[in-house]
């Protein structure tokens, strides 16, 4: 576990550019930028399928240049070894996760710029960037035109 850890420390999310952890800020970016949001909720040093959904698809170039053009990415962490992150952030996640009612990790929400559900990603999906952003697209393209 702790060379996962390492590992997902030296490559992860955190590092990776187009992310944030504040999903207040992003619902108003994704507003002023007629955006969706990807509220992705993860278990960074805990959750061997998190690591893994990172280091596969959310940290990779090529999902990031296909999801920044229509959404916002947040990244709700809950990791075990909480100085990780500050504790804000903790507490500002545990409340997301339990206002999203999610039971398991990863876990990702598309979200409308108003920040209600559209729809979820529930767990790790197969098949690299493309079939991450093809299951997004989907709930994408069955949310009323005001949520996108």
């Keep these: 576990m702790l060379l996962i850890a390492v590992l997902f420390g030296a490559t992860g999310l955190f590092g990776a550019t187009g992310w944030t952890d504040d999903f207040a800020a992003a619902k108003a970016k994704a507003g002023k930028e007629g955006k969706c949001v990807l509220l992705a909720f993860s278990g960074s040093d805990w959750c061997h399928w998190c690591v893994k959904l990172d280091s596969e698809v959310y940290s990779k ?15 709700a962490d809950l990791p075990q070894n909480k100085s990780k992150i500050s504790p804000a952030t903790y507490a500002r996640n545990r409340e997301l996760a339990g206002k999203f009612k ?5 876990c990702g929400i598309v979200c409308g710029a108003d920040g209600t559900e559209l729809g979820r990603i529930g767990g790790y999906v197969k098949g690299g960037p493309k079939a991450y952003f093809g299951e997004m697209e989907k709930i994408r393209a069955k949310a009323p035109a005001a949520a996108k």
């Design 102 to 106: 999610v039971r398991g990790f990863p």
């Design 61 to 75: 170039p090529e999902f990031l240049g296909l999801a920044t053009n229509n959404y916002v990415l947040v990244l």
